[in-house]
T-cell receptor, first 113, second 114 residues
Framework: AQTVTQSQPEMSVQEAETVTLSCTYD???????LFWYKQPPSRQMILVIR??????QNATENRFSVNFQKAAKSFSLKISDSQLGDTAMYFC??????????FGTGTRLKVLA | KAGVTQTPRYLIKTRGQQVTLSCSPI?????VSWYQQTPGQGLQFLFE???????NKGNFPGRFSGRQFSNSRSEMNVSTLELGDSALYLC?????????????FGPGTRLTVL
């Protein structure tokens, strides 16, 4: 069975600093996609970044980047130059092609001024 | 393009009642997935519909059901409501292309069961 684990329920970071959110997953599939979603206090979930398992290169979107370690089944999210607007719940998710996403329980990130 | 819309945004019901939630996907998206979000459990997958067919289902009791119409709009129904059904119900739409799919979420419907 697929699982996604986020072991950090809450984190905080000072504005302009860098923070890393952890995510581990388990799947028996060889090809799959991994995602980070952000859910700000207004509740609209938005995609932050996605990674295809077959691609060696780590995905990057502006200040957001991932550290994808396929052998270790680890998929962490790094946020550089943190901004107050980054305050949100962050969810890690996997999609192995069974027409459903598996989500982690989320990490609540607070950016401090 | 308009985003995913969900109606109503808020609902208050009493135990034993039933409720229907609606989701309109992004234009061109044929897949709609439903999730239940609670503080302790995170996002739990309910079911996914593609071209009016349910392709996958989560581990929820039969009181939870859904359907999809020919225009890809979807409804979710919960019968005989229980206090534990209080949650944020999220709908997500996508092209429905399998593992490469990116889901786009609606704002959710907050259901409170008294």
């Amino acid at each position: 069975a697929q699982t996604v684990t986020q072991s950090q329920p809450e984190m905080s970071v000072q504005e302009a600093e860098t923070v890393t959110l952890s995510c581990t997953y388990d799947t028996s599939e060889n090809n799959y996609y991994l995602f980070w979603y952000k859910q700000p206090p207004s509740r609209q979930m938005i995609l932050v970044i996605r990674q295809e398992a077959y691609k060696q290169q780590n995905a990057t979107e502006n200040r957001f980047s991932v550290n994808f370690q396929k052998a270790a089944k680890s998929f962490s999210l790094k946020i550089s130059d943190s901004q107050l607007g980054d305050t949100a719940m962050y969810f890690c998710a996997s999609n192995s092609g069974t027409y459903k996403y598996i989500f982690g329980t989320g990490t609540r990130l607070k950016v401090l001024a | 393009k308009a985003g995913v819309t969900q109606t109503p945004r808020y609902l208050i019901k009493t135990r034993g009642q039933q409720v229907t939630l609606s989701c309109s996907p992004i234009s061109g998206h044929r897949s709609v997935s439903w999730y239940q979000q609670t503080p302790g459990q995170g996002l739990q997958f309910l079911f996914e519909y593609f071209s009016e067919t349910q392709r996958n289902k989560g581990n929820f009791p039969g009181r939870f059901s859904g359907r999809q119409f020919s225009n890809s709009r979807s409804e979710m129904n919960v019968s005989t409501l229980e206090l534990g059904d209080s949650a944020l119900y999220l709908c997500a739409s996508s092209l429905g292309q399998g593992r490469a799919d990116t889901q786009y979420f609606g704002p959710g419907t907050r259901l409170t069961v008294l």
